[in-house]
């Protein structure tokens, strides 16, 4: 007799039943549907009073460095975190279409990394603020704003990606055509460096919280719920684990 392993699955609603592989697992891919979301949300409107354009970004953070740092750490946090739920997500759609599981959730995570590179160049050019001046960074960025680098040849997978695992997710049945279509706004996120909010930055983050988050609450509900002590446990160890990595990344 043959044993045939499968995933364990509980169903609640045809649009967020959610599978749970060994990797993200579902609290790490639940918590990533819902945390990285709400960060991408709540970076996108600290910025909202300034203009769109690096100039006025620039300038914003010589005024206001500790809103503006918090802005960007945010959005880079949001788009950082997310990758588990992304995995988690195109896992669920590859159950019934692999091959739009397979692209648009690599794609979208390559996307991701592009992202995670336009947030350190934010963070360099903020420095030359604080070095120089927003006059004196501004002409900086404006002289290299065009500048070749590797990761702009993913510019296509930034966007392309969410939309893929938005056909994914509305054809296997994970989302209904709203919920899909909410995800596919993703893709109308401005990409590159020091862009600030604009209403199609609103829209394609409230898009991803809409989709999302939901999915994550399923994943996170989807299965036995640990004893307090050993919820208590984990949520010690990761504390623990993440000063440690603070400090460690401190020290250079």
Excluded at 59 to 67: C, G, I, N, R
Excluded at 155 to 167: D, K, R, V
Excluded at 176 to 205: D, E, H, I, N, Y
Excluded at 219 to 237: D, E, K, Q, Y
Aim: charged share 10%; proline share 6%.
């Amino acid at each position: 007799m043959r044993l045939q392993h499968r995933w364990p699955m509980t169903f609640t609603t045809p649009s967020i039943a959610v599978s749970s592989p060994a990797l993200p697992g579902r609290w790490v891919g639940g918590a990533s549907l819902v945390v990285g979301p709400l960060l991408l949300l709540t970076g996108v409107l600290l910025r909202l009073p300034y203009d769109f354009f690096f100039p006025a970004q620039l300038s914003a953070y010589e005024h206001d460095p500790a809103l503006m740092t918090a802005s960007y750490s945010f959005v880079a946090a949001g788009w950082v975190l997310l990758w588990p739920g992304v995995v988690l997500l195109a896992a669920r759609i590859g159950e019934g279409f692999r091959e739009l599981a397979a692209w648009g959730g690599t794609l979208t995570v390559l996307g991701l990394f592009a992202r995670t590179f336009h947030a350190g160049v934010d963070h360099l050019d903020f420095q030359l603020v604080t070095i120089q001046g927003a006059a004196s960074a501004t002409r900086t960025v404006s002289e290299t704003y065009g500048a070749f680098h590797i990761f702009s040849t993913l510019n296509a997978a930034i966007m392309g990606g969410w939309i893929l695992l938005a056909i994914g997710a509305y054809r296997s049945g994970v989302f209904g055509p709203l919920r899909a279509l909410a995800l596919g706004l993703a893709s109308a996120m401005p990409l590159g460096v020091l862009k600030g909010t604009t209403p199609w930055s609103v829209a394609a983050v409230a898009g991803l919280c809409v989709a999302l988050v939901p999915l994550g609450v399923a994943a996170l509900r989807s299965g036995p719920v640990p004893r307090t002590a050993t919820v208590a446990g984990r949520l010690l160890l990761v504390g623990a684990v993440g000063v440690a990595m603070f400090l460690l990344g401190q020290a250079g």
